[in-house]
């Protein structure tokens, strides 16, 4: 993104941070904001909706490695959208800075996020060396990819205000989308399948194809899971 520099005494509110960015780009910039608002505000009341039951997990049972990947997929997820949230709407300064700061925890929130889709797939896999192993390699990948994301963004202030704006963003920040839809991919059409398989035995190969893509005779845990992968996929293809 970039912001343009008129002349002071001919813009129509020099003390409004959208009067130095084109007027192409001012809307599109607000909507965001909104959509950020929006979203942080549903994150937060989810957050204490769900208090109880946190507080329960954490300190009522016994602490796992899942549990621990939880709590940081949750808190990073959160972070990431207040900081977004605060590098959009407040006259802060120290744009790069908190530029890195957005981008350290988005790849945080990324990477945790992820890997807790290993924890389903051990269940399904569990004595499958292979294909953990394939797993595992894939979500590397989104954590690679993630960590490109950081050094890629360059912030800026708003013409002379301490407003701030993602200025540029290298090419390479597409590996994160690239990634993490290669692991969804891959998660989905892993599990999805596992189910059929494990559901039929000695059928045709067109029913099974029908039973991965309707759930069709399917028992009822296995289709749940099943419709579960596939919105979560049809999200991801269409955020």
Known sequence: MESASPNCSSLPNAFNELSYLTPSLAPEFQLGRYILAGSLGAMTWEL????????????????????????????????????????????????QAIQ?????FMALSVSTTSLLFYFRMSAVYHSNKYMMGAY?????????????????????????????????????????????????????????????????????DWRRVRAFLYGESLQPISKTLLRDGQLYYAYVLNP
């Open 48 to 95: 204490l909706s769900n208090l109880s039951n946190d507080y329960r997990l954490l300190f009522k049972h016994r602490l796992g490695f899942p549990t621990l990947v939880y709590y940081i997929s949750r808190l990073s997820t959160f972070t990431y959208a207040l900081v977004s949230v605060v590098l959009q709407t407040a006259s802060v300064g120290h744009c």
């Open 100 to 104: 890195y700061i957005d981008t350290i």
């Open 136 to 204: 595992t390699i894939v979500w590397l990948g989104v954590v690679a990819g993630s960590m490109m994301l950081i050094p890629s963004a360059t912030g800026g202030a708003i013409g002379p205000t301490n407003f701030c704006i993602t200025k540029a963003m290298e090419m390479y920040a597409g590996a994160i989308g690239v990634s993490v839809l290669l692991h969804d991919t891959f998660v989905f059409i892993a599990i999805s399948w596992r189910l059929v398989l494990n559901s039929y035995h000695e059928v045709s």
